[in-house]
């Protein structure tokens, strides 16, 4: 066996590593301080082929595997958290479910210029008031003649309100079924349909340069054919995707821990107190290490899980490892940007510096796709265990 | 219909720590190599051209085994095919013999235009597209930023600090392009997978009718008498304002003749 990457997947990584670096380190800084999110950046991700990476070529995708995704994941993140989520949410939450449950019909009208990176599209799951217990949504869909009337509010939505975006495929309650559940469908609304708002963007903690609004829906008309999918399957159907989301955020995370690393080496061998280099510190030298240690585990559990999504391991085997990859990583990326801060010292605390990017980054990683506490509870479950 | 070999060179990364050998060659094993970044710039306005009507990329590099990277870098970016010159005798060679093993290399090969970047990112000297050109007989323009073909016209627009001249050749030519054509193409999955299956032919001299006697460090025409790394930079003089600091930036610049 081996634990290495294909050398095609190698030489990608360089390519991502070398976009990262050239396109995206220069400018991260006054993004993240301005809140802005770079357009012209993200289709040229596009162009690059990173937005269609897991797509069939015959709908303009490069035809790659999950591995490949994560490592474009990983390597943008090492550079810049936002930038990684732009394409792990555009891949995932934008193009998956429309690969995966829409009509020949959709498919065309609306992937072409997703994979290609010209457009983003959204997934509306979570509300005010439901987030994981997608039972508590509220928004409603009810068909009215050929058209659905959807009504509603949406939160915390990635890529949802660029100037790029096309549509959101937002979860609504269209009816409740024999045994008296609610119904979730999921509806694709194009971006300006009338009563269709994506609001003013959050003032976040970290990913700054993410697209993230909320939206209502008022009275909003779509197509009956713009159903995603069968209706009555819409959760199901997003809980079907979220292992690969997972994984991706694991990948996410080893680019964030990997990045705290990278800093703290150059840091620590370059900074000097009492005439000598930090790094000749135990101190601060075994925190390095265990920065390694960090990286190094993260990525082969990561990666491991990777290969086991590609291989079409059994389900309940890859939910698992997505989750027990999704625990550790997001933690420990929050573990590793508290250590890159305090190696960096009061450098560690101003924005000029990049660990302090990280470091408001980093926290979100344990909230989204499932917080640590729901990871827990599902690896518990994997072991049998009647947890609730 | 155009046929480009464009001739790159694998170069130690700029951003490494570079040092010499004993014998004042560039150390070429103990540090990572990559296709010099000027020579992408090649590689992409060769792609560029046979985009914009057909044709094919051939991409030619004479050095030593891991020198085949710089090959399927240029492989994954778009081009074609691959031309490896690697012999051990090769080592050591300056511009003037590589030029011949370059030129050597092109013969054998069909081609309307040879492209390369304006020079190399270690050597520097920029003269090796000016020396395959004299080998082949054909005319050279070198340092191009803007490059069109339009059937058997090629024609370069070459930007000096003075003027732009637009330059027109007929037939083939060899062409050199600056960093001002445009910023070459990141490889995409879809590249690098496709690469793999692309043919990438390995010639030695033999193959090309060189004698071995007439490259490699001993015939070359210019020899490195030594080489010493740059000293490292000294600390920085801070100019303490009591008052007088304005005086005494103006001492410290007259004293390094910058006022």
């Not at chain 2, 050597?104 to 304006?118: N, P, Q, S, T």
Request: glycine content about 10%; aromatic content about 6%.
């Amino acid at each position: 066996m081996s634990f290495e990457l294909s050398a095609e997947h190698q030489a990608f990584r360089h390519a991502v590593r070398d976009f990262a670096e050239g396109e995206v380190a220069p400018h991260v800084a006054a993004w993240d301080k301005a809140h802005h999110f770079p357009v012209d950046v993200v289709q040229k991700m596009g162009e690059m082929g990173l937005f269609g990476l897991t797509a069939p070529e015959e709908l303009g995708g490069s035809g790659g595997d999950f591995t490949s995704l994560c490592v474009a994941i990983e390597e943008l993140g090492r550079v810049d958290q936002s930038i990684g989520i732009t394409l792990e949410a555009g891949v995932g939450l934008g193009i998956n479910p429309i690969l995966t449950f829409g009509t020949p019909e959709q498919q065309e009208r609306w992937l072409p210029d997703l994979v290609a990176g010209r457009r983003l599209a959204g997934f509306g799951l979570t509300e005010p008031g439901a987030g994981s217990d997608a039972g508590a949504t509220r928004t409603r869909a009810v068909l009215d003649g050929d058209e659905w009337v959807v009504d509603g509010a949406k939160q915390f939505i990635t890529n949802s309100g660029s100037e790029i975006t096309s549509l959101v495929t937002v979860t609504a309650r269209t009816g409740t079924d024999e045994r008296g559940r609610p119904e979730i469908s999921a509806i694709m609304v194009p971006a300006g349909t009338p009563g269709f708002t994506a609001e003013a963007p959050y003032d976040k903690l970290g990913w700054h340069i993410s697209d993230t609004h909320p939206l209502t829906l008022q009275d909003v008309r779509v197509p009956a054919d713009h159903l995603l999918g069968d209706r009555g399957r819409g959760y199901a159907q997003f809980l079907a995707t979220l292992d690969d989301g997972r994984i991706a955020i694991a990948a996410l995370a080893v680019g964030c821990v990997q990045a705290c690393l990278d800093l703290c080496v150059e840091y620590a061998g370059q900074r000097t107190t009492f005439g000598k280099p930090i790094g000749a510190k135990q101190g601060v030298a075994f925190q390095v290490a265990d920065l390694a240690v960090m990286a190094e585990v993260g990525r082969t559990m990561t990666y491991r899980a990777a290969a086991m999504k590609d291989a079409g391991a059994p389900v309940k085997e890859l939910k698992q490892a997505a989750s027990i990859a999704k625990l550790y990583t997001s933690e420990a990326a929050v573990t590793a940007t508290r250590i890159a801060t305090q190696v960096f010292g009061g450098y560690g605390f101003m924005e000029e510096y990049p660990v302090a990017r990280f470091y408001r980054d980093a926290k979100i990683l344990e909230i989204g796709e499932g917080t640590s506490e729901v990871q827990r509870m599902l690896i518990a479950r994997g072991l049998g265990l009647p947890v609730e | 219909m155009t046929k480009i070999v464009v001739a790159v060179k694998y170069v130690p990364d700029a951003t490494a720590d570079r040092k010499f050998e004993s014998d004042d060659t560039v150390d070429r094993e103990n540090v990572d190599g990559l296709l010099s970044e000027l020579d992408e710039y090649a590689v992409e306005q060769a792609l560029q051209i046979v985009e914009e009507g057909e044709g094919e990329v051939t991409v030619l590099t004479v050095g030593p085994d891991d020198a085949a990277d710089a090959v399927r870098k240029a492989l994954q970016m778009g081009a074609d095919a691959g031309v490896h010159v690697n012999d051990e005798a090769i080592a050591g060679s300056d511009a003037i013999a590589t030029s011949l093993v370059l030129a050597k290399a092109i013969e054998k090969l069909e081609y309307d235009l040879v492209m390369f970047g304006m020079a190399s990112t270690d050597g520097s000297m920029g003269i090796v597209p000016t020396l395959v050109a004299e080998r082949l007989g054909l005319p050279a323009v070198t340092y191009g930023s803007e490059i069109t073909v339009d059937g058997s016209t090629v024609t370069i627009r070459r930007d000096g600090d003075a003027a732009s001249e637009t330059v027109t050749a007929e037939g083939k030519v060899v062409v050199s392009v600056t960093d001002q054509t445009g910023e070459p193409r990141y490889p995409s999955f879809k590249g690098i997978m496709a690469a793999k299956k692309k043919p990438v032919d390995e010639w030695s001299l033999a193959d090309l009718g060189v004698d071995a006697a007439q490259v490699g460090l001993d015939a070359s025409g210019t020899q490195v008498e030594s080489t010493a790394p740059r000293p490292p930079r000294t600390a920085g003089e801070i100019v303490t304002d009591e008052g007088d600091g304005g005086t005494k930036l103006a001492e410290f610049l007259a004293s390094k003749k910058f006022i």
